[in-house]
């Protein structure tokens, strides 16, 4: 069995244990939310349909040949935000996307992605099935929330072994590569300001110059806030030692945007400052040193952590 599938047992077999969950094959708990409040004088009902059909592409189809229980799927959240209706069936807007993943032996759950995709146009027609071709470009709407399917995955199986989520995000890869042909925006690695689309954040973390990324995802979470309930002051400073594979990354900054470190960072800076809440005053020091270092544009968030001596 493998180490992240172990990982989830460890953590969930209790619960598992109490409620007698069975076992599911649908991976994501993912609700979905469609706004249409800039949009007038069209069918509202559509939208319903699409939300709707939209909540059970997610939640009912099998994005992986793992088991899960009903208590390990994973909790996302997507919010489409409808700005423009350019026909009958075609539509314009942008995607928030969130995921949640819980920690062992705690009530708490830590935000793994919150990123908001500016280039979502997509075609529905009301009532139409929506289907998934993992070898075609055929269907944007699909093909998107497919690729945050597995860029929610990959993130979270990264978070329980170190790199455990390649499989996922080489799918989400071969998504970006079957859109190159087509006239869909997000796409390709030109059709977005800084480099802030799906081509450029899976690219990011498939370049071997951000492991260091991916190795902060699974020390970060698995030995470091999978700890904080039982040996605090042990997984804060696993924590402290983890935010310098973060500055060796930006440091050497492998393209001038890091957009999947800034990913990481909209994720994660709020609870970076609630970690160092009860450290030491070294620790604080430090932590806020290294973090007003790499992630300036959060310097008054950070200077929290110094505040709080």
């Given at each position: 069995m493998k180490a992240f599938t172990l990982n989830r047992l460890v953590i969930f077999i209790t619960l598992f244990l109490i409620t007698g969950n069975i076992i599911v094959a649908q991976e994501l708990k993912c609700n979905i939310q469609i706004n249409t409040q800039?949009?007038?004088?069209?069918?509202?009902?559509?939208?319903?349909?699409?939300?709707?059909?939209?909540?059970?592409?997610?939640?009912?189809?099998?994005?992986?040949?793992?088991?899960?229980?009903?208590?390990?799927?994973?909790?996302?959240?997507?919010?489409?935000?409808?700005?423009?209706?350019?026909?009958?069936?075609?539509?314009?807007?942008?995607?928030?996307?969130?995921?949640?993943?819980?920690?062992?032996?705690?009530?708490?759950?830590?935000?793994?992605?919150?990123?908001?995709?500016?280039?979502?146009?997509?075609?529905?027609?009301?009532?139409?099935?929506?289907?998934?071709?993992?070898?075609?470009?055929?269907?944007?709407?699909?093909?998107?929330?497919?690729?945050?399917?597995?860029?929610?995955?990959?993130?979270?199986?990264?978070?329980?072994?170190?790199?455990?989520?390649?499989?996922?995000?080489?799918?989400?890869?071969?998504?970006?590569?079957?859109?190159?042909?087509?006239?869909?925006?997000g796409w390709k690695p030109f059709d977005a300001k800084n480099n802030k689309n799906r081509y450029w954040l899976v690219k990011n973390i498939l370049d071997h110059q951000y492991e260091p990324l991916r190795e902060f995802i699974y020390k970060y979470h698995r030995l470091g806030l999978d700890l904080m309930s039982t040996k605090p002051n042990d997984g804060r400073t696993e924590i402290g030692e983890d935010l310098l594979l973060l500055q060796k990354v930006y440091r050497n900054k492998p393209d001038p945007f890091l957009y999947f470190y800034h990913v990481l960072f909209d994720a994660k800076s709020d609870e970076f400052v609630n970690v160092f809440t009860e450290g030491t005053s070294d620790e604080k020091n430090r932590a806020f040193q290294t973090l007003n270092e790499i992630d300036n544009a959060n310097a008054a968030k950070y200077k929290k952590i110094k505040d709080l001596q």
């Open positions: 800039q949009i007038q004088g069209t069918n509202k009902k559509v939208y319903q349909t699409l939300q709707t059909a939209l909540t059970e592409f997610m939640n009912n189809r099998s994005w992986t040949n793992h088991t899960y229980t009903v208590n390990e799927r994973i909790e996302c959240n997507i919010l489409i935000n409808i700005t423009e209706q350019t026909s009958a069936d075609e539509f314009q807007g942008t995607l928030q996307v969130q995921s949640r993943r819980p920690t062992y032996n705690s009530s708490y759950t830590t935000i793994m992605l919150n990123t908001l995709d500016q280039n979502f146009n997509f075609r529905y027609v009301e009532f139409e099935s929506l289907d998934l071709n993992e070898n075609s470009h055929i269907s944007n709407l699909c093909d998107v929330m497919a690729f945050y399917a597995y860029i929610i995955l990959g993130l979270d199986y990264d978070s329980f072994s170190l790199e455990g989520g390649t499989e996922f995000f080489t799918k989400a890869e071969k998504i970006v590569s079957n859109a190159q042909g087509s006239s869909d925006v």
